[in-house]
Every structure is written in C-alpha cells, then in structure tokens.
C-alpha cells in the first residue's frame, strides 16, 4: 500500500478510536443525549464511507491498475463500468474530472478524442474519420489492449486473402478455457511461451469484407474486434503444357481431372485431421537454403477454357536439393501423386500443414516426428512439372495461405530461437555399418579434426577424404560456418571412438554412441556458430534418443591416453547454453 493510502487508512482508525471512547463515555456524560449521539454515529459513518471511497479511487488509479472493458456503453448511462472508462481515459491524459461513473458531455468529448487518437484501430475498419462518442467494439478493443486484465494482440486487423493472422494473449488461463471464432470459424488455440497463441489463416479464395472476430473468456468477459479481409489481385498467367508432358499424358484438361477428382480428394481426408494442440513452439522456416520465387502464390493458370489457381508457391531448386521441415510435426503423407508428383505433407498442430510436391526423394515416411530444419525430401521434377523446383504450400484449417507471408508473420509474432536445425545428407559409404539389431543409443560422443593435407584446414571435402584414407567416419560433422552434414545413419554403427571406455566402465563405445566432429584446427576453437549449431543437434538427439547430459563427452574422456580432443572445447559454456 502506498503512503497515501496507509495516511487515509490511519485516519479511519482514528476516527474509529475516537467513537470508541466517546461512546464508552455516555453512560457518565449526561449532556450527551440519544439524539445527539445519532447524528456523532451518523457524521462518523459518513466520513469513514467517504475516506473508504477515496482508498477504492486511488487504487483504481493506481499503475497496477486493469479493467476489462465487456460492454458498449453510451452517452447518459451511469455505471461502474462508465466509472472504469473514465478512469482509464484519465490515464490517457483526456479526462481531468472526478470519475463519477456519470456518462455526460465531457466522457462523451473525451471518448471521441480517444478513438481519433488511435484511428487507426478503433474508426477505419468502420469507414470512420471522426470519433462517434459510442464505446462499441473497436473502442472496447484498444481500452482492453491498454488496460484490460487479459491482453489480446492481432497482428493484422486488415489482412489480405492469403495471408496468416496470429492472435496473442497474455494470460496464465489453458487454453481450453477460452474460445475464439472468426464469424462462425472457431478459433483453436495452443500456449506457447507462456501466451496463448491462435494461428487464422485467410484463404486465397476468402470473400472480401468485414468479419467479427470474437474471443470468450471464463469469467464472461469477451474480446470483440472487426477483421477487414482486403481483396488481393491475382496474376492471370497461361497453363503451360510442354511436349514432353503430353507425352507423360498431361493436358491442361487432364491435369484439372486429377486433381479435382483424385488427388485433392486424397489430400482433403489427410488435411482433415485436426491436432488440438501445437507441436512447435517457435516461429517457422522456409524449406530451402536459398529463397527464389519463380511462381507467385495465387495466380490464376488459364488455358482456354480451363481455370486452375496455384494454391502454393513455386521456388527454384535444382533436382537433389535438401528439402527441410518448416518446423516440428508428423509426416501424415509422403507418397507419389500422378500429377503432384512425389509429395510431402507434415502436420504442425492446430490445423497447420505443410506441403512439399514434385520432391525427386523421400528421406522420411509416414507417422514420422520431424524436428524443425530436418531434411525431409530432396527437390525433384516429378509429376506435373515443367523443370526442377519445389511446389511449396501451407494451410491453416483448410485455407490455402500465402507460404512466403505465412513465414514472415510468424518470425514477427512467434518466438525465435538462434539456429533452426538444418541438417545436409551426405551419407558416406565406408566408416559405418548397419547392426543385425537395433542398437540402444544413450550417448553422444564430440570429436574435434581438420583437414592435415590439403591447402584449407577447414575444408569439409578434405576432412571427408581422410576419413576415407583410414576408413572412419563419425555421424555428424560441423563446418567452420556451422553447418550439419550426416555422414551415418543414427541406427548404424559408425567408428569415431576406436578403443575406447566409458566412466562407467561400458567397454566398445561406438555400439550405444553417436558421434559429432566439428571442424577446427588444435591451435583455434569453436566459432559461436558451430556452439549453436552442436547445441541444436544435441538437444534433437536428446529428445529423440533420451541422452542424459552426464552421457555428453569428449574424445578423450573415453581414449584418455590417446585423444586430446575436442581441443580448446569450452564445456562450461557448451553446458550452459544446453540449459
């Protein structure tokens, strides 16, 4: 309580202590009468009632203090809840009045400058220069953006078709507990860094308009908000089909046919699982190394008299590029399609799917877990295509948005985390082996190495070349500038320990181990890139394989009298960001 509070507080007790003495007095007092009495009782309650209400105003004032605006309110109405808003218009430096609860001319005035203030949010998405005076909706929106309680962010009241909105609320409630809908469209959310979090997309094909955006809380107060679904122009480009696939059989009218009747039919059943909850828990990535768009979301292929809109976007890539995860899910399809060709489709919870078409190869299946930045696939030319690429596409819900947007409104409003896990295959083909069993794998072996013969210690290519000259290999390999190569398959055995023991007396480390080099000379250590990028790797294997930090070693603590590396390893660091 502050001083103010506890001086008013004091006078209360005074004036309580006061009465006491006065009243334990009358019996002996005889010039007190009855009356008389009455009115001192009377006199004290109405000061003790007024000092109460001045307490109850200062803490409604006070910096601490929150309101959740849940009803219009108008011009000649008298409430508490006109009380709140008179208050928080004083906070606005708009109302310089006692706050009386009273809506009369002056609110009226000082509600009107409000909502000019913040035009933007509370007056256009009504068509709106000036304030009306009226709390509705959009005024009830800021007011709770300021001052509610419960705080409700919208990363776009005026999205286009195809692009993604993401509402953030700050609350400690599950989110079971609280419901959204976009007009008659329920709004599912999931937490995520300690807010909840719900994912809208827009479709291509949404009608343009005005839609209600409502958010219902527990204890019945309610979110409301217009959102203004602006009309995008889409290109109208032709529907090319070259000789060399109408030789596979492809006409524009064939290719309308397969997808309309057979392979969107197909995806819609996969697409039509819901997972209630995410599988991520930070912002997205884009599935190639390098960003080209060469056929833009949502443009319209017309060949004569048939119409097809491109509902993903076309980036460049040669054929055998790595395809990587947008971000954590379940590969819920990974089959060949007749005209989209060898196709990927990853669940991320809440309705969100990625989906990767024309791939030249499968590197995971069906039912799989994927990590964000695994590889997924290899680019390809399959299918209905005219060259190499990658046909990348998301939807939310059903509603086919714009990839490349998608991915810039989720860095904004999702939390990001220092490198996405990218990991490049390079399977070598000696210094492994595939066991008769399964092998049970609890630890993780860091190993240090550099290219010794060639001109550039730091080559990749040369590090693989010694390895094949003695005939080893490790599982994973981290470059100068912090790139993953896998080099074994996890399941295989593959010979970075040599001779070896561990701490707890386990003899053959190789056979329970997986092995990571990082490529640095005896003379430097690791850059903070390759720190981040081992740290992302471990913390992926961890969690796959259930490694527990005391089983995290280095070289030379399993081969003390032969091994020195990794060499000027930072562990205490390394442990710390593992944290």
């Known amino acids: ?10 006078k209360i007790l005074f004036f309580a202590l006061i009465f006491s003495i006065f009243f334990l007095n009358t019996a002996v007092a005889e010039a007190i009468t009855v009356e008389e009495l009455r009115a001192q009782i009377l006199k004290l309650q109405t000061q003790i009632a007024e000092l109460e209400k001045q307490i109850a105003e200062v803490q409604l004032k006070s910096t601490l203090w929150c309101h959740n605006f849940m009803i219009d309110l108008k011009h000649r109405e008298k409430n508490e809840e006109v009380r709140a808003l008179q208050i928080a218009l004083e906070k606005e430096g ?3 009045w006692s706050a009386t609860g009273y809506f009369g001319p002056i609110t009226f005035q000082a509600v009107k400058l409000f909502q000019e203030k913040y035009q933007k949010e509370i007056l256009e998405p009504w068509g709106f220069k000036k304030g009306t005076g009226f709390v509705g909706p959009t005024t009830r929106t800021k007011l709770n953006e300021l ?15 195809g692009d993604t909105v993401v509402i953030k609320i700050k ?17 599912n959310f999931s937490k995520i860094a300690g807010d909840l979090i719900g994912i809208v997309g827009i479709s291509a094909k949404e009608k343009a308009g005005k839609y209600n955006l409502l958010i219902n809380f527990p204890d019945g107060s309610q979110y409301a908000n217009i959102l203004n679904i602006v009309e995008r122009k889409f290109p109208v480009t032709e529907l090319v089909v070259t000789k060399e696939l109408e030789e596979k059989g492809f006409t524009p009218s064939k290719i309308v046919e397969n997808i309309t009747t057979k392979e969107n039919l197909i995806l819609k059943e996969i697409l039509s699982i819901y997972t209630p909850k995410a599988y991520f828990d930070q912002s997205f990535i884009y599935p190639l190394e390098k960003i080209k768009d060469v056929g833009a979301f949502g443009n319209i292929r017309k ?10 976007v076309d980036l460049e890539a040669d054929i055998g590029n790595s395809v990587y995860a947008i971000n954590d899910g379940v590969v819920r399809f990974s089959q060949e399609l007749t005209t989209y060709g060898k196709t990927i489709i990853i669940d991320h919870g809440l309705g969100i799917f990625s989906l990767y078409l024309h791939l030249d190869e499968f590197k995971v299946f069906e039912g799989k877990t994927v990590k964000r930045g695994e ?5 390809g030319n399959t299918g209905y295509s005219i060259a190499p690429h990658l046909h990348w596409g998301v939807k939310i819900s059903g509603a086919s948005v714009d990839p490349l947007r998608f991915i810039k409104t989720t860095e904004k409003e999702l939390p990001k ?17 595939t066991p008769p069993t399964p092998r049970l794998i609890d630890t993780i072996i860091i190993h240090s190495s550099y290219d010794a013969l060639g001109d550039n210690p730091y080559s990749v290519d040369g590090v693989i070349q010694e390895y094949k000259l003695y005939g080893v290999s490790s599982h994973y390999l981290i470059s100068r500038d912090g790139i993953i190569y896998c080099l074994a398959p996890d399941e295989d055995i593959a010979y970075h320990a040599g001779i070896s023991k561990m701490p707890d007396g386990r003899t053959n480390v190789n056979d329970f181990s997986i092995g990571i080099e990082l490529i640095y000379t005896k003379t430097d250590s690791p850059k903070e890139i390759q720190y981040q990028s081992l740290v992302q790797l471990v913390k992926y294997l961890q969690q796959k394989y259930n490694i527990q930090n005391k089983n995290i070693l280095g070289h030379k603590d399993i081969t003390p009298e032969r091994k020195t590396d990794p060499w000027n390893f930072d562990w205490k660091k390394f442990i710390k960001m593992l944290k």
């Open 1 to 10: 309580m502050n001083t103010f509070n506890q001086k008013l507080s004091n």
């Open 94 to 96: 708009l109302f310089k």
């Open 147 to 161: 001052y509610g309680c419960t705080k409700v962010s919208i990363s776009s009241l005026f999205p286009q078709q």
């Open 171 to 187: 609350t400690d409630l599950p989110p079971e507990k609280v419901k959204g809908s976009l007009n008659s469209k329920k709004i």
């Open 303 to 312: 060949s004569g008299e048939i119409t097809l809109q491109h509902l993903g």
């Open 375 to 379: 590889i997924v696939a290899l680019s």
């Open 417 to 433: 985390e220092g490198v996405a896990l990218k990991i490049i295959n390079r399977i070598l083909k000696w210094g492994h082996h």
